[in-house]
């Protein structure tokens, strides 16, 4: 069974920084793209960032790009998501997914985490 279990969520002020854990079980972790996405409830899950199974390729969303760094640790199976420079508008419940393919679209990642609530303060 595959799960995905985020971590490291929290209360935080604006300008502060988190850390995101995302640890992987029950697949091929290194054969897997993983990306993090945001949801504010009653609107549209969004696109934050994803890595590609080497850990090579990255991508970001504008919103956070030179404020998020994505990375992972095979050995680990866990991926991370270091959040600077936090924005009251960065406050969601943040989930990682696993997908075949290095993607910002959510309709290609196969597998979901539960999330893990960021909440910035102004």
């Known amino acids: 069974q595959v799960q995905l279990v985020e971590s490291g969520g929290g209360l935080v002020q604006a300008g502060g920084s988190l850390r995101l854990s995302c640890a992987a079980s029950?697949?091929?972790?290194?054969?897997?793209?993983m990306g993090w996405f945001r949801q504010v409830s009653g609107q549209e899950r969004e696109f934050v960032a994803a890595?590609?199974?080497?850990?090579?390729?990255?991508n970001y969303a504008n919103s956070v790009k030179n404020r998020f760094t994505i990375s992972r640790d095979n050995a680990k199976n866990t991926v991370y998501l270091q959040m600077n420079s936090l924005k009251p508008e960065d406050t969601a419940v943040y989930s990682c997914a696993a997908g075949n393919i290095l993607s910002n679209n959510d309709g290609t990642y196969r597998y979901w985490g539960q999330g893990t609530q960021v909440t910035v303060s102004s």
């Open positions: 029950g697949l091929t972790f290194n054969s897997y793209a």
């Open positions: 890595i590609s199974w080497s850990g090579i390729s990255t």
